[in-house]
């Protein structure tokens, strides 16, 4: 039986890239925890040179951030689905509105 654990893990960090927000330590800990992986299990399902786990505590512990590709990645194997997934008009929609925040603002 997994433990239930307190950690939420915050809408925000679970969306494409543009509108994403990065996770706290204790969110990047609890995906790895949901994903069922340890460290060095996560290192090798995200195919990290080191495969010791190093890189992995040092995301959890702030130390380093977290690339968007690799918590994607963990996000999805913890059950999350695909958070990159977004079609290109709601991109294009997105760049449009940053470049007029940009002139006007």
């Not at 809408?11 to 204790?26: F, N, Q």
């Not at 299990?41 to 690339?67: C, F, H, M, N, V």
């Not at 470049?99 to 006007?104: I, M």
Request: hydrophobic content about 35%; charged content about 30%; some cysteine.
């Amino acid at each position: 039986m997994q433990k239930e654990s307190s950690v939420k893990i915050r809408p925000e960090c679970l969306k494409p890239a543009i509108y994403w927000e990065k996770p706290t330590g204790a969110e990047i800990q609890e995906i790895v925890r949901q994903a069922g992986f340890t460290g060095r299990l996560a290192a090798d399902y995200l195919d990290l040179a080191d495969k010791t786990g190093r890189q992995i505590r040092r995301w959890i512990s702030g130390e380093t951030d977290i690339p968007y590709s690799a918590w994607a990645l963990l996000c999805h194997a913890a059950g999350h689905g695909a958070i990159w997934d977004i079609n290109a008009d709601e991109m294009r929609q997105h760049r449009r509105a940053l470049e007029r925040e940009e002139r006007d603002g």
